[in-house]
């Protein structure tokens, strides 16, 4: 299974933009990097998925360089409600499951 | 389509006792996903179940839980003689498909907050 490497923690501050890197140097050719986001008492929810380059949709922004070896998640201009847990995963045909890591916390302020 | 329901939200359960949690997945998803949470922590996988089956129980320890996904009804996680350790929260996933589908997307409930005293 591919492993993900991610800040445990970023601030912020509303209006800006955040980027936040994920490692997965042993991605496989057939896995796909997903994003999901956990507010406080809830369960997580998807963000974004992509494969290669770039992939956009209302909430967010995915990167991934040709190597595909990390991957980055854009939120354009923050706000209070932004601040989560942001979880980068790797799901493929070697796995049956999402497998969580610590995720990054992202802490927005006024 | 109502998203995935678990129930009840909260549990309070003296040391010993059983604790049942349900999980109705959304609309047409026949795959379950069980997933423990302490506080300030990630997500741990403990099983994933297949109408009527277990798939793949890896991460649910051995002895006190089980859990099912029968033909009709909600999917239980079931811990017996509960112990302080088992407090936490436990997350329900449901998806259309196995995961390692592209594009599968996850959904999960909104989890039950057991705390053992």
């Known amino acids: 299974l591919a492993k993900t490497t991610q800040p445990i923690s970023m601030d912020s501050y509303e209006g800006q ?63 209070l409600s932004d601040t989560a847990v942001y979880y980068c995963l790797v799901q493929g045909l070697g796995t049956d499951k999402l497998i969580f890591g610590t995720g990054t916390r992202l802490q927005v302020f006024p | 389509n109502a998203g995935v329901m678990q129930n009840p939200r909260h549990l309070v359960r003296r040391r010993g006792q059983e604790a049942r949690l349900r999980c109705s997945p959304m609309k047409g998803h026949s795959h379950v996903y069980w997933y423990r949470q302490l506080p300030e922590e990630g997500l741990k996988f403990m099983v994933y179940l297949q109408k009527e089956n277990i798939i793949d129980e890896s991460g649910m320890p051995k002895e006190r839980f089980s859990a099912e996904f029968p033909k009709e009804g909600p999917s239980i996680l079931r811990i017996q003689q509960v112990v302080r350790g088992d407090s936490a929260a436990y997350f329900c996933a449901s998806s259309p498909d196995r995961i390692h589908a592209s594009n599968t997307e996850a959904f999960f409930g909104q989890g039950t907050r057991l705390t053992v005293v």
């Open chain 1, 17 to 79: 933009e955040v980027n936040i890197t994920c490692s997965h140097n042993n991605i496989a050719t057939n896995d796909y990097i997903t994003w999901y986001q956990q507010f406080p008492s809830q369960g997580p929810r998807f963000i974004i998925q992509g494969y290669k380059t770039k992939v956009t949709n209302e909430v967010a922004s995915l990167f991934i360089p040709a190597d595909r070896k990390s991957s980055t998640l854009s939120l354009p201009r923050v706000s």
